[in-house]
Each structure stands twice: as C-alpha cells, then as structure tokens.
C-alpha cells in the first residue's frame, strides 16, 4: 500500500544552520505530496506541496523538490530560526486519502 | 485561521466508559476527519465523512463511530474507551474532494486537538 518513510527525530540544530529533513514514499500511480507543520500545542497546518515530478513547494523559506527518480520529497531550509522548532510530517495523497508519515522533531536552539 | 472548535480539549476518563468528542466547524465545508496522533505513528485515519449522514472508515476505526447529522458537527464517539485509545484526537475539515486533481484535495485545516487519556 501506499506509505511514507521520515528519518527518526529529534532532529537539533544552532540557529541559522542548514537544515534537511528525509522523506521517500512508495505509491501507485502519481501521487501529490505535502509537508505539513504541527507547532506546540496546535494541530498540523500546510506547509508546502508539489503534485507532480520535478515541482518544487515553497514557503516561509522552506523548500522540497518531487524527485520521482528517488520517491522522495526532502524538507531543506537554508537558515532555521528558533521559531521553526516543530513537528514536520511529510504526506501523500495517490487515489482518495491524505496518508502522514510519523514526524520529525525540530529543535532549534539559539 | 479556519473556524474548527474541538470539544473536549482534555479528558481523563476509565476504561469501558463512553466518550463522545466533537468537532464543529464554521466553515461550511463538506469533508470532515477525525485522526488519531500517537508517538511512532504519527497521524492514523479513524473515520471521515463527505457529507451530512455520509461517513465511512479510516484504518483504525475498531472501537470508533461517528455521526454527522448536520454539515457543522463531526461526533467521534468511543463506546467503551479502552487504554490503547489513549491518544490525541485532531479533527481536519476541508471543501475539496481529497482525490481532486492538482493535489489541492490534500489542503486539510486541522483543530487543536482533544487530549484524552483513559485509565
């Protein structure tokens, strides 16, 4: 079935480093990737998508590219901010449901 | 921010009780779903709906029902709460069909979260 595959958080970093955070996927036929955030306390807003290959979402400074080549739709910032410190969950849809990775903790330190 | 309100927020309660948790939305949307977030899990469909009195299972729904008798609530109800249903409950409402073309059925405005921990 379809799935997707995140690295293991936490993930820790100094303010400003660079960051990236893995994501593959296994799915018939094309499906429409997502990245979603979840700050503390809250529930998961959109952070960015790509519905077909080589598509590049953008926002607030992140970035991931559709690399249809590799099944995968990797998380990169250039300059993380204490203000990032989150749960990122990457997401499929290919037929009718909206499937969510496990996460990945962010903690950006100062 | 989308207008979804979810009730309760916490709640403790014993195994082989009832528990009705509510999701009501000012948005008019049409399709409503009830995850759940567990550590290693991250976010598992329990149920959904796309339309009033039009629900069906996500892959976890065992333990679970759900009614929706008006567009605006979504009651996920757990009818003997068990300690493995201990988790946090996000509702996510959204105006697209999730298979839409474009990938813009994927756009999910999500609550805050009920907390709900049973002993």
């Known amino acids: 079935g379809d799935s997707v595959t995140q690295m293991e958080g936490p993930v820790t970093l100094s303010e400003e480093a660079f960051l990236t955070i893995n994501c593959t996927y296994t799915a018939t036929g094309y499906p429409s990737l997502f990245w979603y955030v979840q700050y503390p306390g809250e529930g998961l807003q959109l952070l960015l998508k790509a519905t077909k290959a080589d598509d590049k979402g953008s926002n607030k400074g992140f970035e991931a590219t559709y690399r249809k080549e590799t099944t995968s739709f990797h998380l990169e910032k250039g300059s993380v901010q204490v203000s990032d410190s989150a749960v990122y969950f990457c997401a499929l849809i290919a037929t009718d449901k909206l499937i969510f990775g496990t996460g990945t903790r962010l903690q950006v330190f100062p | 921010d989308a207008g979804i309100t979810q009730s309760p927020r916490h709640k403790v309660t014993e195994t082989g009780t009832p528990v009705t948790l509510r999701c009501h939305q000012t948005?008019?949307?049409?399709?409503m779903y009830w995850y759940r977030q567990d550590p290693g899990h991250g976010l598992r469909l329990i149920h959904y709906?796309?339309?009033?009195?039009?629900?069906d299972k996500g892959e976890v729904s065992d333990g679970y029902s759900v009614s929706r008798s008006k567009t605006e609530d979504f009651l996920l109800t757990l009818e003997s709460a068990t300690s493995s249903q201990t988790s946090v409950y996000f509702c996510?409402?959204?105006?697209?069909?999730?298979?839409?073309?474009?990938?813009?059925?994927?756009?999910?405005?999500f609550g805050e979260g009920s907390r709900l921990t049973v002993l």
């Open positions: 948005e008019n949307h049409r399709y």
């Open positions: 709906s796309y339309g009033v009195k039009d629900t």
């Open positions: 996510a409402i959204s105006d697209r069909p999730p298979g839409l073309a474009g990938g813009s059925g994927g756009e999910l405005f």
